[in-house]
């Protein structure tokens, strides 16, 4: 587990799969995603299959290079997203935010299954199916 103020990352081994939950609070410093996008990469480097849930109801803006830094990051992660992501849960409580990010997965679908949901319930419940 890592506790950076902008992410809490926790993760648990379950039958050589790996549980993840990201809860974000506010808008990160660019040295916090730094230290957010690092935790994220020791979860790659495991080479485990995982199950992955981002609680993004209290995120703030994040700058637009620090998006910027955010999308490179998935975009050279995104054959191992394919290969050991196996669903990620999307928590947001607005609607329009939510149908904002559904667009965008419509015009470059993600790397690998994703839902996007305003309940952590639903989100685990989409993760359990």
């Known amino acids: ?9 926790n993760y648990r081994e379950c039958n050589n799969e790996l549980k993840v939950i990201v809860r974000f609070e506010g ?15 020791d979860i790659y480097e495991q080479n485990k299959p ?16 620090q998006i910027l830094r955010q999308v490179h990051f998935m975009r050279n992660r995104d054959l191992d997203s394919r290969r050991l992501i196996k ?17 965008i997965f419509r015009l470059k679908p993600p790397a690998c299954p994703v839902g996007i949901f305003s309940s952590e319930k ?4 989409y993760l359990r199916s």
């Open 50 to 65: 995982f199950y992955i849930l981002y609680d993004a109801t209290n995120i703030g803006m994040l700058t637009p290079p």
């Open 27 to 41: 808008t990160p410093t660019d040295s916090e995603l730094d230290q957010y996008l690092n935790e994220v990469n």
């Open 87 to 103: 669903k990620c849960a999307i928590v947001i409580s607005s609607m329009f935010a939510r149908n904002a990010l559904d667009g």
């Open 122 to 125: 639903e989100a685990k419940d």
């Open 1 to 9: 587990m890592s506790v950076i103020p902008f992410a809490q990352v």
